[in-house]
């Protein structure tokens, strides 16, 4: 029987990974990250788990020692966030590209300037292109379940890409829940025996890794990224469903909430998924109908998924916790435009940037959003493409 | 030239999974100026074997010690660090002649 511990965001990842049984960590601490080092190096020190932890200087070379790791066939986790991720940013790329299944947890954090410690998605969001699953959750439990789901994922010979999971930075990293945990034996019975990474390094059988790769190779690696991420989408479903198996909770790439009666809908990723379920509810019983759908895999993007969830819409709202100065709008905007670019008829789209460095998404901010969006049902039209929501003017 | 694979048909992961290989990465080609020793002024001190960073010298070895120096011409790239160490003047850079 599955025991049900409180725990917060950072300490369900560390159990988590403690359960998934990894062979190495490598992390610096960063606030608001900093709970998951602290107890993954207890775990080791403890022998509660038989990892090598490498306390690095930088997260630049905690991803380096993962990577050296990974190719050695080794279970690898870090984590970071904000300026640490950052400072990773070329090691993301080469970690992808060498095909490393490393899972790293990120406590979503904004980034300076100004220095700031709160929650926004425009860390994880500015390393969108560098070739990581990348899951955004929701809750506490979510983000227990996700990390073990993690591994199954990166690791599938189909799939060998590293994962981010999301967890929102103090919203869920420090705030404590009711998680529902699984047996040792149960995650162990979950997990690949080891990473089916195909060319594990061995003194026997000596190979070169990361070597240069010229005009008249470099595209091919590209390219076979591309299908790994192709196969990674249904790789993620057969995890959801094994993992529905085990635990009873069943996860998708998207969640849709009242999307069948709705003509508007709002999207959203993160915890912030939980507030506007909230506002959804609430107004639901003034008769007003809005959807909702969380993104909850965002690379790769469920494009299927939410072309069948959208295709009879006539609003769509995207929210995006990250700003992007100069660009059309926020990241999830942008991808759901490119989605239905080719949907007949278009819904109007429109973007609230909001949240970000932390600021409070308040419920009745929730609820202003999704009567914006009744606005531009009526109306026809969209006024500003991005709205920032929680801004003083 | 024979057809270059496709991206199914290589190792995932930029691996190459033979070792050894750059061997076959001839990067002579790549040279404008050529080294030529002089084995009048050689005095076989090994500064140029020393700091070439392509290990592009060459020595021959007689009963343990060093016979003669030579260069490497599959493999130096031209840089002249040997010909600017060498303290007999005994290396010379010439431009390369394309035949
Ligand atoms: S540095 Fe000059 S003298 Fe010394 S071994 Fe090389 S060529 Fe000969
Ligand atoms: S020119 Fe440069 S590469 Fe060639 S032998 Fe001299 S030091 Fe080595």
């Keep these: ?31 608001p990250q900093t709970v998951m080092v602290e107890r993954l190096s207890d775990y080791v020190a403890d022998g509660e788990i038989d990892a090598e932890f490498v306390p690095v200087e930088s997260e630049h070379s905690a991803l380096s020692v993962c990577v050296g790791a990974s190719l050695t066939g080794a279970r690898v986790f870090t984590a970071t966030c904000s300026q ?40 994880t969001l500015g390393s969108r292109d560098s070739g990581w699953i990348q899951i955004y959750t929701e809750n506490v439990q979510e983000v227990y379940d996700s990390i073990i789901e993690a591994f199954r994922i990166s690791e599938d010979k189909r799939v060998l890409l590293p994962t981010m999971v999301c967890l929102d930075g103090f919203i869920l990293s420090h705030c404590m829940e009711r998680v529902e945990t699984l047996e040792d034996a149960e995650v162990k019975g979950f997990l690949l025996p080891k990473p089916e990474y195909p060319y594990p390094i061995d003194p026997e059988r000596p190979m070169t890794y990361g070597p240069v790769a010229l005009p008249d190779f470099y595209f091919e690696f590209k390219r076979q990224q591309e299908e790994a991420m192709k196969n990674a989408r249904s790789v993620i479903r057969e995890v959801n469903d094994a993992f529905a198996k085990l635990s009873g909770r069943k996860y998708d790439v998207i969640r849709a909430d009242f999307i069948e ?5 709002i999207m959203c990723m993160g915890s912030a998924v939980g507030t506007m379920r909230h506002a959804v509810r609430e107004l639901r019983k003034e008769g007003l109908k809005v959807g909702l759908i969380k993104v909850r895999v965002y690379r790769p993007f469920p494009e299927e998924e939410l072309r069948k969830a959208l295709e009879d819409k006539k609003v769509v709202i995207a929210m995006d916790r990250a700003c992007s100065p100069g660009a059309m709008g926020g990241p999830l905007y942008e991808d759901v435009c490119s989605l239905l670019y080719d949907a007949e008829p278009k819904p109007k789209v429109a973007n609230v940037v909001y949240g970000l460095g932390g600021r409070d998404l308040t419920p009745s901010d929730a609820k202003g959003i999704c009567k914006y969006a009744l606005e531009i049902l009526k109306t026809g039209i969209v006024k500003e493409r991005i709205k920032f929501v929680g801004v003083r003017e | 030239m024979s057809k270059k694979p496709g991206w199914r048909e290589i190792p995932i992961g930029t691996v190459l999974t ?7 990465l001839k990067t002579g080609s790549w040279r404008a100026y050529r080294p030529i020793i002089d084995h009048t002024k050689c005095v076989r001190c090994l500064m140029c074997w020393l700091f070439c960073p392509d290990f592009s010298v060459k020595i021959s070895e007689k009963e343990g010690k060093v016979e003669r120096v030579d260069i490497d011409y599959d493999y130096c790239k031209g840089c002249g660090i040997c010909a600017e160490v060498c303290p007999t003047k005994a290396i010379r850079m010439e431009p390369e002649v394309s035949g």
């Design chain 2, 18 to 24: 033979e070792a050894g290989s750059s061997v076959k």
């Design chain 1, 261 to 265: 009666d709705s003509d508007v809908v």
């Design chain 1, 1 to 31: 029987m599955a025991k049900v511990i409180g725990l917060t965001g950072d300490e369900a990842v560390a159990y988590a990974v403690k359960q998934c049984d990894v062979d190495v960590i490598a992390a610096y601490p960063i606030t």
């Design chain 1, 84 to 123: 640490g991720l950052a400072l990773m940013h070329e090691i993301l790329y080469i970690a992808s590209a060498l095909r490393c299944p490393i899972v790293m947890a990120i406590a979503n954090r904004a980034l300076s300037a100004p220095i700031n410690i709160h929650c926004d998605h425009s860390d």
